[in-house]
């Protein structure tokens, strides 16, 4: 059965976001018809990722709340982390991001794990079988942004249509003995000083390891597969913050340590 969303405006979509994210220009209007499913959505995102030139390092997973979550048939969204666009954290020095003048952009403290093989491609994925496909955990930061202001306003499928509002990711401290200490893991998010959220990994839907399973099941129906090395960002652990050009955040997880960050203007491609 052909779907209503058709592939002209998948394609007019998706190389509507990919321009703007390459000249860091904003989308004032969403660039065509809305997806009206998340299947709908990954095509556009699926069209989206073969224009881009980078390869995946890894994927986001974002919540989808009540009452999207019934209407859309999931709790969680997915989208590209580009190689690119991971950096590693260093000590007592922010990480500079790039925002897109007129764009959205959020920090996200989270919990990431870093597959050690990779998955075979089959369905029915837990956390407790995912679990055994990772061979570290870090901390994290997720730069959660796109050309288009609205991005969060209407619905999960237009969110995951563009990289899963995605821009990045800041890759902290390894976090040790994480099989035993994941689920009782705290962190708080601060911008400007002032603390945004405070939260952990209990704040993540059954865990870091359902989003995992979530994530592995959502491959096997795209025909793709998650790779050994690639780094998944399991979900926001303390909310969604926005942040603006000049403000700087912190995302402290205690005894973890903390990752430091601050927005800059994003500057496009010189071409």
Known sequence: MKHAHDNSSSSLIARTFTDARRTATAVPAYPGEKPDSLA???????????????RIAGWKLGRVPPPFDAQFGAGRLAGPIF???VWKAVDGQPTSFGVIDGGFAAVEAEYVLELAETAPDQDGWTPESAAGLVGRAFTGVEIAGSPFAGINGHGPAVTASDFGNNAGLILGAEITDWRSRLAGLTCKTLIDGEVMGT?????????PLDSLAFLLNLMHRR???LEAGQLISTGAATGVH???VGQSAVA???ADGRIACVAITAKGDAA
């Open 40 to 54: 709908a959505a990954y095509t556009v995102q699926d069209e989206a990722i073969n224009l881009w030139p980078d």
């Open 83 to 85: 190689s690119r666009n």
């Open 199 to 207: 939260g952990g990994a209990a704040s993540i839907p059954n865990g």
């Open 223 to 225: 025909g793709r597969r």
């Open 242 to 244: 926005q942040i603006f």
């Open 252 to 254: 402290d997880f205690g």
